[in-house]
């Protein structure tokens, strides 16, 4: 599977964005594409996820209500719009596929081997 990250930027706080995933080479083990982020000096943390079939979604709590992921079947294309963007959420955003969205949601993300490139959003105060 081949993932490419973009839509990130700089924007102030209150400020949107949308994140768009491409993927490539689908499998049966990739029922779900997610987003995470990593934040400078902290961890990778899981943000928002959503099923190719069906759009189950799952979200972090912290946000919820701010963000929205949706996905295009057709374009094999995964999108993460960001309303009310604020200082914290300031990260590089990666987008990985799972089995499904509770495994996305779940999973240790130290347990990825690799993240790709990401794109950085950077929310200014």
């Known amino acids: 599977v081949q993932l490419q990250a973009s839509g990130g930027g700089l924007v102030q706080t209150g400020g949107s964005l949308r994140l768009s995933c491409a993927v490539s080479?689908?499998?049966?083990?990739?029922?779900?594409v997610g987003w995470f982020r990593r934040a400078p000096g902290k961890e990778y943390e899981f943000v928002a996820a959503v099923s190719w079939a069906g759009g189950t979604t799952e979200y972090d709590d912290s946000v919820k209500g701010r963000f929205d992921i949706s996905r295009d079947d057709a374009k094999n294309t995964c999108y993460l719009q960001m309303n009310s963007l604020k200082p914290e959420d300031t990260a590089i955003y990666y987008c990985?596929?799972?089995?499904?969205?509770?495994?996305?949601?779940?999973?240790?993300?130290?347990?990825?081997?690799?993240w790709g490139q990401g794109t950085q959003v950077t929310v200014s105060s």
């Open positions: 990985k596929t799972g089995i499904n969205t509770w495994y996305l949601k779940t999973v240790d993300p130290s347990s990825f081997a690799s």
């Open positions: 080479g689908r499998t049966s083990r990739t029922s779900a």
